[in-house]
């Protein structure tokens, strides 16, 4: 079944730590995103890629880097976390045409103590 | 700086009523609207789209677009307690496949 997949779904770790945060999808889409959302908060569009070895960052500045080397993958990489990076992170795909639909991943949520 | 503006709520409706809900956006060079539904703890689900002015009708939703009033709207018809969640509008601009979402309003539909 095509769907869009993040690992891990919980994460609490300790400042200073590198993490990747994983996001796959098999719905053969191009376009892919990442989103931030704070609690009560709206969505925050933070890197995008259209394409393998094509990346963007998005309106939110982050500290956050992201790569895709692979259609179906797009990781984002924390190379030290701080207790500012709490919050949750949403991987987003969409097919082709130019009315986007956006599908999401059940999303990350960070901790960062 | 595109915006994406919903009332604030949040809304409270008896179950089979209807839920009005309510987006404005700033740029008139928006294109795609859409409606996300975000359960508590979960990620959004597009629950709508509208692309043209008027009324898009599926199952108990219906969205509804005026470009000239740059607003957008999203009903829910015999409102049922699953509908309970908060609702995000979307918009996009031109060709370049972004999304601007609002903050959401909250719903609740009491049983």
């Known amino acids: 079944e095509a769907d869009i997949y993040q690992t891990p779904r919980y994460l609490v770790i300790g400042t200073g730590k590198k993490i990747t945060l994983e996001c796959s999808q098999t719905?053969?889409?191009?376009?892919m995103y990442w989103y931030q959302q704070d609690p009560g908060m709206e969505l925050h569009l933070i890197h995008y890629s259209y394409g393998v070895n094509s990346t963007e960052k998005g309106d939110l500045s982050s500290e956050s880097t992201v790569s895709r080397i692979r259609t179906e993958h797009f990781p984002l990489t924390l190379e030290s976390a701080r207790p500012s990076h709490t919050s949750q992170y949403l991987c987003?795909?969409?097919?082709?045409?130019?009315?986007?639909?956006?599908?999401f991943g059940s999303g990350t949520q960070l901790s960062v103590l | 700086q595109k915006e994406v503006e919903q009332n604030s709520g949040p809304l409270s409706v008896p179950e089979g009523a209807i839920a009005s809900l309510n987006c404005t956006y700033s740029?008139?060079?928006?294109?795609?609207f859409f409606w996300y539904r975000q359960y508590s703890g979960k990620s959004p689900e597009l629950i709508m789209f509208?692309?043209?002015?008027g009324d898009k009708e599926d199952g108990r939703f219906t969205a509804q677009l005026n470009k000239a009033s740059q607003y957008v709207s999203l009903l829910i018809r015999d409102s049922q307690p699953s509908d309970s969640a908060t609702y995000l509008c979307a918009a996009s601009w031109g060709s370049n496949y972004k999304l601007t979402f609002g903050k959401g309003t909250l719903l609740t539909v009491n049983p």
């Open positions: 719905m053969g889409h191009d376009k």
């Open positions: 987003a795909s969409s097919g082709g045409g130019t009315n986007e639909k956006l599908f």
């Open positions: 740029d008139r060079g928006s294109q795609s």
């Open positions: 509208i692309y043209s002015n």
